[in-house]
């Protein structure tokens, strides 16, 4: 498909197009401009939905330098202010405004790949304004597992699906029933509260077991596979009703062993399901009794010891001393949670 069909003959604000294709510096994407709060990757796929290049390629057209780090196939936040003026041009925006639009790498936020969270009641609102659905920066944090607007449950848009199709358009506001509803708040209001502990924005709640940095450290745990095979991680235990099906889940992969920080693989959990899956189990081991949720059905009394069983074996593997590092480290952060262990499987549900 020709890049320059879709144009027409006169830009509402003047640009001259040109046909030399030498000049792709001045290529322009005729699509909506920037949504408050869009994420500038948000914005780039809106272009390549229309013009039918994928985001880096697209981005490549506009900018042939772009930079890229190695093994990095987006890194829009990071780009240049160069190619932030090359963009701007291109969508038709000043890049003062397009630069507004970036999202700040940080840990507590999803991973740039991974920032496909959207509101169903806000792209709603998009399409009775005329706007097309957008990602806000709004919905990629990792423990944001709501809409700030709406307060309902984020959803998860997978890349391949068309944005306006039934799949996304139709989701349901909140389970059927009461008690999922409330579980839905407890894990939502879980995560919110860890959030703010780990920001110092509010104290840790007197009746919750342990520290910020133990539920932290304990949702790694949860969320990695520091095994020494191919594993699912612990969280894909959890079994849940069927109502619960398009708020809470989990991934049907093994994962490899730990190859890079624990944390990255938190950062990597886009899917609100999967993250609403991992917070559950932690705040099991953290909220006291009369306020924590229900046990998810299939969780072991001693979740993590298929894990450490695959330890027992005496042959050490070099290339996995870092996982057991992380591992030795994880577990002592998390010994004053009283995650059940050996011998101590009781404690968990007695109280
Ligand atoms: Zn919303």
Redesign the pocket.
């Known amino acids: 498909m020709n890049f320059r069909s879709f144009a027409p003959r006169s830009s509402r604000r003047g640009l001259a197009m040109t046909k030399q294709t030498s000049q792709l510096q001045g290529e322009r994407w005729w699509i909506h401009g920037p949504a408050d709060d869009e994420t500038l990757h948000s914005i780039t796929e809106r272009a390549w939905r229309c013009y039918g290049a994928e985001g880096h390629t697209l981005r490549r057209r506009v900018w042939p330098r772009a930079t890229s780090l190695p093994g990095e196939d987006v890194g829009l936040d990071g780009i240049s202010a160069r190619e932030v003026c090359v963009l701007a041009r291109a969508i038709g925006v000043e890049p003062r405004e397009l630069y507004r639009h970036r999202l700040q790498d940080h840990p507590l936020v999803l991973q740039e790949n991974q920032r496909r969270a959207y509101?169903p009641?806000?792209w709603h609102e998009d399409a009775k304004a005329g706007h097309p659905p957008s990602f806000r920066r709004a919905w990629m944090g990792v423990f944001t597992l709501d809409?700030p607007?709406?307060r309902?449950p984020l959803h998860w848009a997978p890349l391949g699906v068309e944005l306006h199709s039934p799949p996304t358009s139709r989701m349901p506001v909140w389970p059927r029933t009461a008690e999922g509803r409330d579980l839905l708040r407890t894990i939502t209001g879980f995560a919110r509260t860890l959030h703010d502990c780990l920001e110092g924005k509010a104290t840790w709640p007197t009746a919750w077991r342990g520290s910020p940095d133990m539920a932290r450290a304990l949702l790694m745990r949860v969320v990695v596979n520091l095994g020494r095979i191919p594993e699912h991680p612990p969280f894909a235990s959890i079994g849940f009703p069927a109502e619960l099906f398009p708020f809470v889940g989990v991934p049907a992969r093994r994962v490899a062993p730990l190859q890079m920080s624990p944390w990255e693989h938190v950062r990597a959990l886009g899917p609100p399901a999967w993250r609403r899956a991992a917070f559950w189990m932690v705040a099991r081991y953290v909220m006291p009794a009369h306020r924590r949720p229900p046990r998810p059905e299939g969780l072991p009394m001693e979740p993590f010891a298929a894990l450490d069983a695959q330890w027992d074996s005496p042959f050490q593997v070099r290339e996995l001393q870092r996982v057991q590092r992380y591992r030795h480290a994880l577990r002592l952060i998390t010994r004053p949670l009283v995650v059940a262990r050996k011998g101590e499987s009781r404690g968990d549900d007695g109280h």
């Open positions: 509101c009641s806000c809409c607007v709406h309902r």
